[in-house]
């Protein structure tokens, strides 16, 4: 619950590296909170392994608790949305990009919160959470990194545009 009494019952966040998705599972762990991960890198079998180490050292550290176990259910990772590979295209990922942004305002890197959007999409689309639903989406950022990806303009028309600036 958050202050206020706006509760979630579900969260999605890119799972990449790892510490942020652990530290969310570790800190969620024991409510009623579903924690979601969108791998942007590695199969599904690997990441859930690596983010259920992590956040069991997390819960261990937080808890004073060295033998603290965390149940291995408490990790959902999702690999559905990495597509070719790491920081690599999709058509999941552009239109997410593209819909957030438009609809929105709010800008989504590629490489991460715009794949884990895609998978929010297409889990809502999917009817993966139950209807009336609070979904939290967590954006952790990147956005700069959008513009590293655009396409670059080599038209003659910007071309000639260039040298009207000279």
Known sequence: MIEGGLTFDAMVCASGSGGTHAGIVAGFHDTEMGVTGISTRQPKD???KHIHSLAQKTCQYILGDPTAELPEESVLVLDEYVGPGYSLPTEGM??????????????????????????????????????GSNVLFLHTGGAPSLYHYQPIDMSENKKAEEKKCD
């Open 46 to 48: 690997h990441q859930t």
């Open 94 to 131: 552009e239109e997410a990009v593209t819909m957030f942004g438009r609809l929105e305002g709010i800008l989504l890197d590629p490489v991460y919160t715009g794949k884990a959007a895609a998978g929010l999409i297409d889990l809502v689309r999917k009817g993966h959470f139950a209807e």
